[in-house]
């Protein structure tokens, strides 16, 4: 039997294949969804950085006016 003889096999191979194409396009979002996520990734390492240098300088300047406290008075 071919599946011009079977209805259910030819719906069958129908959904097969819609189910096909949707696997594909939904693997292309996710692998953009990746590169995005890479990205977001790459940049929030420069933010880090940015931030432990403000947090050390932070602590260096209450040292520094803890230490001068005791001169001043």
Same mark, same amino acid.
């Given at each position: 039997?071919?599946?011009?003889?079977?209805?259910?096999?030819?719906?069958?191979?129908? %959904?097969?294949?819609?189910?096909?194409?949707?696997?594909?396009?939904?693997?292309?979002?996710? %692998?953009?969804?990746?590169?995005?996520?890479?990205?977001?990734?790459?940049?929030?390492?420069?933010?880090?950085?940015?931030?432990?240098?403000?947090?050390?300088?932070?602590?260096?300047?209450?040292?520094? %006016?803890?230490?001068?406290?005791?001169?001043?008075?």
């Amino acid at each position: 039997t071919t599946t011009m003889e079977n209805p259910h096999a030819e719906r069958q191979a129908v %959904l097969i294949e819609r189910i096909a194409k949707n696997a594909d396009k939904c693997t292309e979002v996710i %692998l953009e969804l990746n590169h995005c996520i890479e990205e977001i990734l790459r940049a929030n390492a420069y933010v880090k950085t940015a931030a432990d240098l403000v947090t050390k300088y932070h602590k260096n300047v209450q040292y520094n %006016l803890e230490a001068t406290k005791g001169k001043d008075a």
